[in-house]
């Protein structure tokens, strides 16, 4: 019985801390992509930029403990990469950069929800 008891505990704290975790996931990537949006529509995206990057970095710090992507990496690239071709001008090629940040982050979310063809 005492057994039942503790392995009924420890299930309910495994499924409660997933859904927590995806709960958050989603939470944090869906804030992130809207202040993403909004550096793209800013007319000058520098501020905008530095704004989400500092918000990129808290969150990369606690996401990347639950989580290993190569996205992290790849995300904070693009955020160098977004700087300085705002910083020339390049606004086309600061437009491509801003669409996969966007796709990159919005991967993080998916791959990692609670859906039956990620855990097999």
């Not at 019985?1 to 990537?29: D, E, H, R």
């Not at 969150?59 to 990469?81: A, G, R, Y």
């Not at 977004?82 to 791959?111: C, N, P, W, Y």
Request: glycine share 2%.
């Amino acid at each position: 019985m005492k057994a039942t008891v503790i392995i009924s505990v420890l299930l309910i704290l495994l499924i409660g801390s997933s859904l927590w975790f995806s709960f958050y996931m989603n939470q944090a990537t869906e804030e992130l992509l809207q202040e993403l949006d909004a550096v793209g529509k800013a007319e000058d995206p520098l501020p905008a930029l530095d704004k989400f990057t500092e918000h990129w970095e808290e969150e990369s710090k606690i996401l990347e403990i639950i989580v290993d992507h190569e996205e992290f990496d790849l995300i904070n690239c693009n955020l160098w990469t977004m700087r300085a071709q705002a910083e020339q001008g390049q606004m086309e090629d600061f437009a491509v950069s801003l669409a996969v940040t966007q796709k990159l982050i919005a991967h993080i979310a998916l791959k990692n929800s609670v859906q039956l063809n990620n855990i097999f």
